[in-house]
């Protein structure tokens, strides 16, 4: 009938139980009639296992040898499961990702794919067994072994997707869709039918975790029909797709990101060029950088503030102070007591007094906004985390019925 890449998380084959539960979806996918690729997740935990073994060892492991270790932990997963859906009697072949054709970069640990070669996965399938292939990871010109980072199995499932022409990507979680809010602390959160991959891309770069940024963006890029269900739930999923009516809901989400620090330079020379030394320096280290606040000039100085991952804090700062008299010899700030709430839908667009509304409630509930950042279809403000859950709460009372 077609050809369906499936991708199941950690959770949803943490023991020998859930991996026969996805074996059973997967075979009743297969014995439907459609060629089956399935993608799966290091089981629970392990990823985290790994890292604190290799912390036992040394604080400072080279990035190509934690690649070597923690790819070992999805070829336990498939092997796993093409042994479970074995065991049912559906004929099934597991492939570590150099197998399955996935080339990327040299950026150990987050690695980018680079080309595809399905050769393999398309022989399986015509031998019309199930491949599964452990996502995460990939080989690097070197053929040494790399991985794709946090969330990398949702872009290695997308990947196959597009470099196969799939005809539908689904993402099997723990929960039964995209909601507007994180079900597990806003229980009024409501699950969306569809969001256009505009929403869910910002909805995943702002800390909504049910799928990866990097895959949405893939996703968009190649046009992949991208559904996120349920492996233990049995119900219909949220669709990611092409914007068709920006008419409907005004908006889709709320996002927290706790995972942010905030950078500030202090009395930095009012001078052209200054912001471009700053961030220049940022990305030559390939450090993200988000939300941006410059004060107003005075005395011939400003202050520059802004965000990064809190994983990035640190090597920012170093490299701050370590050119600190290219910025007139200020002072350098790092604070770690912040968070990233987000409201996002692209009905904004048509849509005024959104942000006031936002704003409103935070202040009904005495929640001090930092900085803020908009854009066409979402706005971001930087409080305290310890406000964080709150803020998200009553914003989503405030704007979603």
């Given at each position: 009938m077609g050809l369906i890449v499936q991708k199941f998380g950690g959770t949803s084959v943490r023991d020998r139980d859930r991996i026969f539960n996805v074996a059973r979806i997967v075979a009743d996918t297969h014995r439907a009639g459609n060629d089956v690729v399935v993608v799966v997740s290091a089981q629970g935990d392990t990823t985290d296992d790994l890292i604190a073994k290799a912390a036992e060892i040394t604080h400072d492991p080279s990035a190509r040898e934690m690649d070597m270790l923690l790819a070992t932990?999805?070829?336990?997963?498939?092997?796993?499961?093409?042994?479970?859906?074995?065991?049912?009697g559906c004929n099934a072949v597991s492939l570590t990702g150099w197998q399955a054709g996935f080339h990327t970069d040299r950026a150990y640990t987050k690695a980018r794919?680079?080309?595809?070669?399905?050769?393999?996965?398309?022989?399986?399938?015509?031998r019309n067994r199930v491949v599964v292939v452990a996502g995460f990871q990939g080989i690097d010109k070197l053929d040494d072994i790399t991985t794709l980072g946090r969330g990398g199995?949702?872009?290695?499932?997308?990947?196959?997707?597009?470099?196969?022409?799939?005809?539908?990507?689904?993402?099997?979680?723990?929960?039964?869709?995209?909601?507007t809010a994180d079900p597990r602390k806003v229980p009024r959160a409501k699950k969306l039918e569809e969001i256009t991959f505009d929403e869910m891309l910002e909805l995943a770069s702002l800390g909504a975790q049910v799928l990866n940024?990097?895959?949405?963006?893939?996703?968009?890029?190649?046009?992949?029909?991208?559904?996120?269900?349920?492996?233990?739930?049995?119900?219909?999923?949220?669709?990611?797709?092409?914007?068709?009516?920006?008419?409907?809901?005004?908006?889709?989400?709320?996002?927290?990101?706790?995972?942010?620090?905030?950078?500030?330079?202090?009395?930095?020379?009012?001078?052209?060029?200054?912001?471009?030394?700053?961030?220049?320096?940022?990305?030559?280290?390939?450090i993200n950088v988000d939300v941006i606040l410059q004060s107003t000039g005075r005395d011939g100085n400003k202050d520059l503030s802004f965000t990064v991952a809190t994983g990035d804090a640190e090597m920012a700062v170093k490299v701050l102070e370590e050119n600190k008299s290219r910025f007139g010899g200020t002072e350098i700030t790092r604070d770690d007591s912040c968070a990233k709430v987000s409201i996002v839908g692209a009905g904004m667009q048509s849509h005024s007094g959104v942000a006031s509304s936002m704003f409103e409630a935070l202040a009904n509930n005495d929640i001090n906004i930092k900085m803020i950042s908009t854009s066409e279809i979402k706005v971001s403000v930087i409080l305290a985390k310890k406000d964080a859950d709150r803020a998200v709460s009553a914003i989503h009372d405030m704007l979603i019925h």
């Open positions: 932990g999805e070829q336990i997963s498939i092997s796993l499961l093409a042994m479970a859906l074995n065991a049912i794919i680079s080309r595809m070669d399905t050769e393999r996965i398309s022989s399986e399938l015509e199995s949702d872009t290695s499932a997308v990947a196959i997707a597009a470099s196969l022409h799939a005809d539908r990507c689904q993402i099997y979680t723990d929960v039964e869709g995209v909601y940024n990097r895959s949405v963006e893939l996703a968009k890029k190649f046009n992949v029909p991208l559904e996120v269900l349920s492996s233990l739930n049995p119900i219909p999923g949220t669709i990611v797709k092409e914007a068709t009516n920006v008419e409907g809901m005004l908006i889709k989400g709320v996002a927290k990101d706790a995972d942010i620090s905030v950078i500030s330079i202090m009395n930095v020379p009012d001078v052209p060029g200054m912001s471009f030394k700053v961030f220049g320096l940022m990305a030559q280290k390939s």
